[in-house]
Every structure is written in C-alpha cells, then in structure tokens.
C-alpha cells in the first residue's frame, strides 16, 4: 500500500508564499501522476495541479502563473509552491498520486491527509 505523508501548510498572509510537500511512503511498483486538490469549506474538492511521472504538468485556471507542482522521483515526492496567494486560496490541500501495486496491477488512488492553508491578513 501507499501511505502519504504531507506537509507545509499554515497561515500567510495575502501576497504570501507557502510551499507543500507529499512524500509517498510503502511498497508499490510505481508512481504514476501526483497531484494537489484542494477543498474550501462548503465547496467540492476542486483540482489545482498534476504532475506525470515524466513531468508534464497540468493546472487549473486559478492556479495557472501562481503555483508550480514538481516532483522528485528518487525520493517519491510532490511539491506544491504556491506564491502571490489569496484568501481564496484558504483551503485544506489534499495530495493525490496515483500507483500500482503491483506491476500486473491496476492503477489505484491514494490520498494524503490533507494539509490546511489560511491565507488571511
């Protein structure tokens, strides 16, 4: 199985930077993408980046020029380093990765525990 473990959040104010870090810990033949989510209270868990495995990135529209998702495959971990942030952007950040188990396995979602982000004055 996959355990992740994160870290990095806190309080910042507006124009603030912050940077999260998953590591992913277990036995698993592979990781495939890593990601962030993010859930605001009284909204869905809406995405904010995803990164493959050979580095290609995708980010949504409110993240896009702000945030910058990396990964380190040696050590199993994705970054998440969020500059210029706004209270919009008060959220618990979730990690995301996607694994196989084993090499004849499916590939399975794993979520971390989620990491909270207040961003206020």
């Known amino acids: 199985q996959v355990q992740l473990v994160e870290s990095g959040g806190g309080l910042v104010q507006p124009g603030g930077s912050l940077r999260l870090s998953c590591a992913a810990f277990?036995?698993?033949?592979?990781?495939?993408?890593m990601g962030w989510y993010r859930q605001a209270p009284g909204k869905e868990r809406e995405l904010v980046a995803t990164i493959t495995s050979g580095g290609v990135t995708n980010y949504a529209d409110s993240a896009q020029g702000r945030f910058t998702i990396s990964r380190d495959n040696a050590k199993n971990t994705v970054y998440l380093q969020m500059n210029s942030l706004k209270p919009d952007d008060t959220a618990v950040y979730y990690c995301?990765?996607?694994?196989?188990?084993?090499?004849?396995?499916?590939?399975?979602?794993?979520w971390g525990q989620g990491t909270q982000v207040t961003v206020s004055p």
């Open positions: 995301n990765v996607k694994a196989k188990i084993r090499s004849w396995s499916g590939e399975n979602d794993y």
């Open positions: 277990g036995r698993f033949f592979s990781i495939n993408a």
